[in-house]
């Protein structure tokens, strides 16, 4: 099969060994995979990061218990062990010797089949193109923030970061009833707000102290700076932000000032499919351009652009590899 390799450089390779899924696994032909900002900081070196990227994906069953054969699925990316403390204590996501597909010792979706535990499957309903079911993933960790801080309606929120899982997280927000700004760099994207009725904010424009809560989501170090500048005293900032590096920022301000850090990671999947499912999300806006497997060093070059939305990987192209060994 074929499959995008990281080791110190990103290669196609076309000849990589089917995987093996073990007792509780099932084995996934992907249909369509998304790049995301994890992906591009693991090919930077983030995490010293080998093997085959992706986490974001839509697929089928081929191999697996016959009740889920043929069925179209996505998932949740962290394998847990199921046994340590934190999964005892039921937050298998925190689990002390987990994998993260794609990330993290586990064979990634930017492949024409890759392998995931049966447990962490969720069907995809019929209602929800190949397309949508690849956004799950981001969606849910966006619904994630509302689980780290309870946000009432009306109350003003900034969002910092414009991307991808940003505009997903302001989509969240405005489900709840929150009053949405965006801290943006770029005309692009105020334009692209404005026109769906929310408030762009230049660095320059926004009132420092000013909001009681602010997500974070900008990849960036300065925008956690910007974060603690423009959060009120004894307000929340909702860090959504994985850096490459160590951003240096002035901590006195958090114990001063009696700010609230809270980290926020993976969310649940079965309401992201849910809002998917009912339209109250769209993220049709959000796709850039879709490339085949084949072309994956262009894509990954270009969803690196600045600015850019979700590239998506379209594996609309059946591979004969499991017939040729007779799965």
Known sequence: MRALVFDETLKLVEDVPLPLPAAD????????????????????????????PGHEFCGEVVQGPDSWRGRRVTGEINISCG????????????CLARHTLGIH????????YFRLPLRNLHVVPDGVSDDAAVFTEPLAAALQVTEAVH??????????????????IVQVLKLVGADVSVLVRHEKQACMLQRRG?????????????????????????????????????GTIVLKS???GTPQVDMTQVAVREIAIRGSRCGPFAPAL???????????????????????LRAIERAANPGTLKILFDFAQLDTDLAAAGT
């Open 25 to 52: 696994e099932v084995l996934i032909r992907t249909r369509r995979a998304g790049i995301c900002n994890t992906d591009l900081e693991l090919v930077r070196g983030m995490y010293d990061f080998r093997g085959i």
């Open 83 to 94: 046994d340590c403390r934190l999964c005892r204590l039921g937050i298998p996501s925190q």
């Open 105 to 112: 010792d586990y064979p990634g979706a930017f492949a024409d």
């Open 151 to 168: 946000i009432q309606p009306g109350s003003p929120v900034l969002v910092i970061g414009a991307g991808k899982l940003g505009l997903l």
């Open 198 to 234: 929310i408030s762009a904010l230049c660095i320059e424009d926004a009132e420092p102290q000013t909001f009681p809560v602010v997500v974070e989501v900008s990849g960036a170090a300065s925008g956690l700076e910007a974060a603690l500048r423009l959060v009120r005293s004894r």
């Open 242 to 244: 994985t850096y490459h």
């Open 274 to 296: 849910k809002l998917l499912e009912q339209g109250l999300v769209d993220v049709s806006f959000l796709i850039e351009g879709r490339y085949p497997l084949g072309e994956g």
